[in-house]
């Protein structure tokens, strides 16, 4: 066990890639974390921001996907620090080198934009804008699916973000990381595959 949490969770570090379980948790996650950007995080802020950081561990239950979210957070970590750092990158970043916090992707992203002054609206949109492109480059892939049909489908999903982010203003916290377990399961058998295509 480590921090409360099943044994694979402490030993899902660098496996898998891929966004969070859904854009739904990410996009939330965002939300919160980005809030303290533009200024050094405070002792409140670092306390909430791990907080968020436990409940993503929990949240995201098949291992692969919740590797993923570290192993993509921490570099998104890496190269905001070099390349556009803020102050809540740089404090995010030390308590993952602390082991206060695991690193997810959501946080990290929403610190690295906000640091760079991008506000709430902004950084939702940025954030399910990049997930519904993962999700289409990986139906290009997968299906196949060509690459022309892919990029119809995306235009037609970026149409329907902006309505996206104004619903997510007024969704009920209780409902933050809902799971879909029929999804869950078969992200879990995944992970077992002899030959995959996709880390997660």
Same mark, same amino acid.
């Not at 740089?90 to 906000?114: K, P």
């Not at 997510?168 to 933050?176: K, L, V």
């Given at each position: 066990?480590?921090?409360?949490?099943?044994?694979?969770?402490?030993?899902?570090?660098?496996?898998?890639?891929?966004?969070? @379980?859904?854009?739904?948790?990410?996009? @939330?996650?965002?939300?919160?974390?980005?809030? /303290?950007?533009?200024?050094?995080?405070?002792?409140?802020?670092?306390?909430?921001?791990?907080?968020?950081?436990?409940?993503?561990?929990?949240?995201?239950?098949?291992?692969?996907?919740?590797?993923?979210?570290?192993?993509?957070?921490?570099?998104?970590?890496? *190269?905001?620090?070099?390349?556009? /750092?803020?102050?809540?990158?740089?404090?995010?970043?030390?308590?993952?080198?602390?082991?206060?916090?695991?690193?997810?992707?959501? *946080?990290?992203?929403?610190?690295?934009?906000?640091?760079?002054?991008?506000?709430?609206?902004? %950084?939702?949109?940025?954030?399910?804008?990049?997930?519904?492109?993962?999700?289409?480059?990986?139906?290009?892939?997968?299906? /196949?699916?060509?690459?022309?049909?892919?990029?119809?489908?995306?235009?037609?999903?970026?149409? @329907?973000? /902006?309505?996206?982010?104004?619903?997510?203003?007024?969704?009920?916290?209780?409902?933050?990381?809902?799971?879909?377990?029929? %999804?869950?399961?078969?992200?879990?058998?995944?992970?077992?595959?002899?030959? @995959?295509?996709?880390?997660?």
């Amino acid at each position: 066990m480590a921090r409360g949490l099943p044994r694979d969770a402490a030993h899902a570090h660098g496996r898998g890639r891929g966004p969070p @379980r859904g854009p739904r948790v990410g996009q @939330r996650a965002g939300r919160r974390a980005g809030r /303290p950007a533009g200024r050094r995080p405070g002792p409140a802020d670092l306390a909430a921001i791990a907080a968020l950081d436990d409940e993503l561990t929990a949240l995201l239950v098949p291992a692969q996907i919740r590797a993923a979210s570290l192993k993509m957070g921490r570099r998104v970590l890496e *190269i905001a620090a070099q390349a556009f /750092p803020s102050e809540g990158v740089v404090a995010y970043a030390e308590a993952v080198a602390s082991g206060r916090c695991l690193g997810h992707y959501s *946080i990290a992203f929403a610190l690295a934009g906000a640091g760079q002054g991008l506000d709430e609206e902004t %950084l939702a949109e940025a954030y399910l804008y990049s997930t519904l492109t993962s999700l289409a480059y990986n139906a290009v892939r997968a299906i /196949p699916l060509g690459q022309l049909a892919g990029q119809r489908v995306l235009a037609t999903l970026r149409a @329907r973000v /902006p309505a996206a982010v104004v619903r997510s203003r007024t969704a009920d916290p209780r409902h933050f990381g809902a799971a879909a377990p029929a %999804l869950e399961i078969h992200q879990m058998r995944h992970e077992h595959q002899r030959a @995959r295509m996709f880390m997660s």
